[in-house]
């Protein structure tokens, strides 16, 4: 058995509880290391860890499989929820098994920058460049977002399409540089954020930064006023 997990988005306060029986009840935990550490609390004394980063996770992943093969209950976790911005590891996990997985939703960061920025997700798209191969597609897409009033939740690329990438491009593409934008950095912590105008969005952020970039023409309000 083989249960891929989304772990929250670094504070253990947003693992589910679904996700933390699967971790306790696990012969083998796997994921990268900075995921694993939600996870750690709630691994049993007697369950094997497999840590993984960009470089050997074909080579651990393998050895998952393996272990999955022989009878082993095992979960590998994933950052925030496996649906966003998770699919080319899970294809990666699924390769080395040889079969579908099941996956088990987690809470995305999008989830709560959107709760940070107040922003409803009936009137924004999530975009993701944080993955291989081509982004032009997904940066079309944002301009087309954008051109629709709808909110965009955009996770950047290290390092080659980082916020002030994502911003640049925007502006050469004609989007207005009036839109409001957030960058959190470390979202459930709120260590650092920036906010300002899209022709503004200059600065260098760290890998772990997510942008908030608002409609400049919101939808009218679905509250009804209270008479
Ligand atoms: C490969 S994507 C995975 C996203 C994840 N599946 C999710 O639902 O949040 C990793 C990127 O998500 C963003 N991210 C994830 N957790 C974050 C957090 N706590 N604060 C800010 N950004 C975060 C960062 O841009 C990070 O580089």
Known sequence: MIHCIGAGPGDPNYLTLRGRDLIAEADVVAGFDAVLDVARPHIQPGS???????????????????????????????????????FQFLERIEAACGHPVETIPGISSAQILASRGRVCFDETTFITFHRRGDLVPFQKHLVHVLEDGRNAIVIPRPWDFMPSDVAAYLLAAGIPGEHPVEVWEQLTRAEANWSGKLSECTGTFTDMSILLIRSLHPFPSQIQPIV
């Open 48 to 86: 094997r860890t497999i840590g993984m980063n960009y470089r050997d996770q074909t080579a651990r992943l393998a050895e998952v499989a393996e272990l999955h093969h022989a009878g082993k209950r095992c979960v590998v976790v994933f950052m925030g929820d496996i649906h966003f911005s998770g």
